[in-house]
């Protein structure tokens, strides 16, 4: 359709003073400093792709849409501007849309732009060409889902999109491009006044100075107080600010996963290795940017050391949060940057630092943690265990803090959590609010391209499996990607057996997989590591020469347990199982 529509092009001294859909679009998105777009090409886009890239702007071609998609999703969180994911109609489109609902849950700013089918046919559902009504399908997945039709509305409909992505809580935004309209022309100077660059796209919202003094009041009344900061504290970018507020209250506090690195791991207040104690004992808590959804128990319960009650402070962008699921004695809303920064002008220069003999506690239960786990971190057991292998990791990461950690699994990834410390913001990207398999290459890819930096991805042998074909897509772009599968020969476990002896049992794979190979195939490297001091050396050679490697860290297939750390998850019956 885009081929027949480029060549109905007038005469050539006529065309030099139009300009088409393709060329806007472009435009539009390049005067918005886009400067990655994620996707799979195919009818109606792959001529779109192929000019942006000659535009200047990178496409980086995927094996698969979802995969794309997630790596725009990062792309987003990772640099506070929408990741552009590009898909093809129906099938492409639906393949792009986990991706698209997952940074709408986790709240990275990302749009979807999907091709789509003759808007005549789809509607009167004569059966086109991937036939969809995408618009429609999207909406409840998104922020917000926008549909342009003509190519003097690219120029709006686009910062339509962006705006509506990094604005007040980030998401994800859908926009659909019939196919049509990438070939429709208008003449070139209307065109580029047509084109709206977004000035300010993700206002400061300020918070009121009553709800920060109601805050500070509820703060400095406490005796146990906690900071626990989630992924939007890391998303805001408000670093230094943040890292002032937790030194000056002399708080203890807990980052969830992917808020790791706003403050190192190993800084004195942090009480990461402690979180039990914490969240058990503190009576108030101060909750930036994390929500108080199942990852935090939702507030309330056994693990929050019911019967007694807490205060809760809460700042997030969105007032909606508030009260969700317990009372917020203290809602700050507003973005954590001007938040964060309000809250310090407002304590001024004498204010007290917390309670000592709770830091002090604190402080003790997590050394005896970390003192605990030392031990058993240094193991050098063949096979591998978790623990001696992500010891070893945990080195590495010390020794090369810039790196980025990409993780997924369930084992592999709640352990991987617990024992590597984080020393700089955003450098630990995982599953997030849904806990989904999948993202890992996708992760990695976006994190390279987005930042540079070296990448070491750490994924169980089933998350790998997700998004695996990408392998092929880091060594066609020469990525500086490492990836260690923890391979236990299946979900969970690799021991499970199917007592009819029939078929394998559900959660395993075949026994002794080489992952490794897989990498070979493409050019990359592959390593086969069985100590951790075979998987350090594998590692610090990648991290090194930053080439593609693929290392399968042959992990003891009795060592994980059911459902990593969230076991309890799995529901029961009464009845015996059969
Ligand atoms: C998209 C998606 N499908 C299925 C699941 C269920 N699930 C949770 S963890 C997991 C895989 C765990 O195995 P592995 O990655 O090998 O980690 P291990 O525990 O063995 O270290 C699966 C399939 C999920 N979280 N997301
Ligand atoms: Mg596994």
């Given amino acids: 359709m885009a081929d027949a529509a480029l060549k109905e092009k007038p005469a050539v001294e006529a065309e030099q003073n139009l300009t088409d859909g393709f060329n806007l679009i472009i435009d539009a998105l390049k005067l918005n400093g886009v400067t990655a777009i994620y996707g799979v090409p195919g009818i109606p886009i792959t001529d779109f792709g192929r000019m942006a890239q000659a535009s200047d702007i990178r496409v980086l071609s995927f094996r698969h849409e979802q995969n794309a998609g997630y790596a725009a999703a990062i792309a987003g969180f990772l640099t506070k501007k929408p990741g552009i994911c590009l898909t093809v109609s129906a099938p492409g489109f639906l393949n792009g849309l986990t991706a698209l609902a997952h940074a709408t849950t986790n709240c990275f700013p990302m749009i979807l732009i ?25 909406k409840p997945l998104c922020k917000a889902a926008y549909r342009i039709l003509h190519a003097q509305d690219i120029g709006i409909g686009i910062a339509r999109a962006i705006r509506a992505a990094v604005s007040g809580r980030p998401g994800g935004v859908y926009l659909d491009l019939p196919a049509k309209l990438f070939g429709q022309v208008m003449d070139a100077e209307e065109g580029k006044k047509s084109l709206v660059k977004v000035i300010d796209a993700a206002p400061a919202q ?17 005796k146990r107080p906690l900071i626990i900061l989630g992924k939007g504290a890391a998303y805001a970018q408000a670093d230094d600010a943040i890292r002032s507020l937790v030194e ?18 190993t800084h004195p207040q942090c009480a990461g290795a402690a ?9 108030v808590v101060m909750v930036i940017g994390a929500r108080l959804n199942w990852l935090l128990s939702h507030g309330k319960g056994k693990a929050w050391g019911e019967p007694h009650s807490k205060k809760f402070i809460q700042i997030d962008i969105e007032p909606k949060e508030m009260d969700s699921n317990v009372e917020i004695v203290a809602p700050v809303v507003g973005d954590i940057g001007s938040c964060v920064s309000a809250l310090l002008d407002a304590m ?25 786990m030392a031990p058993r971190l240094m193991n050098n057991n063949v096979p591998m265990d978790y623990h001696g292998a992500l010891g070893v990791l945990r080195t590495i990461v010390k020794e090369r803090p810039d790196a980025i950690l990409v993780n997924e699994g369930a084992n592999t990834l709640d352990l991987a959590r617990g024992i590597i410390d984080v020393y700089q913001p955003r450098k630990r990207l995982d599953v997030g609010t849904w806990g989904v ?47 260690v599968i923890f391979n236990n020969d299946g979900i969970y476990r690799g021991t499970d057996v199917n007592p009819l002896g029939t078929d394998p049992a559900t959660t395993v794979f075949v026994k002794g997989s080489r992952y490794d190979k897989i990498i070979e195939a493409f050019g990359g490297v592959g390593v086969n590591a069985t100590s951790p001091d075979e998987l350090k050396r594998a590692v610090n050679a990648a991290m090194d020469s930053r080439k593609p490697t693929l290392i399968n860290a042959v992990i003891d297939p ?16 009464k009845l015996k199982k059969k």
């Fill in 348 to 372: 001024g220069s004498g204010w007290p630092k917390g309670p000592s003999d709770w830091a002090g506690a604190v402080s003790k239960k997590r050394e005896e943690n970390v003192a605990k």
């Fill in 114 to 138: 999907s091709g789509s089918s003759e808007r005549e046919i789809v509607d009167l559902q004569q059966g086109d060409y991937e036939e969809m009504d995408q618009l429609a399908i999207a």
């Fill in 437 to 483: 398999m999948g993202i890992g290459q996708g992760y990695a890819i976006a994190a390279a391209i987005e930042t540079g930096k070296p990448v070491l991805a750490i994924e169980g042998d089933s998350a790998f499996g997700f998004s695996g074909m990408e392998v092929e897509t880091i060594c066609r772009y020469h990525l500086p990607v490492c990836i």
């Fill in 558 to 573: 009795a060592a994980g347990s059911e459902s990593g750390r969230i076991g309890s998850l799995n529901p029961q019956s």
């Fill in 275 to 283: 979180r039990s104690t914490v969240l058990k004992d503190s009576d």
């Fill in 206 to 222: 300020i918070p009121a100075a009553d709800a920060v003094k109601r805050a500070l009041e509820v703060l400095k009344s406490a």
């Fill in 248 to 265: 000056k209250t002399g708080v203890p506090f807990l980052p969830m996963s992917m808020a790791k690195g706003i403050l190192p791991d």
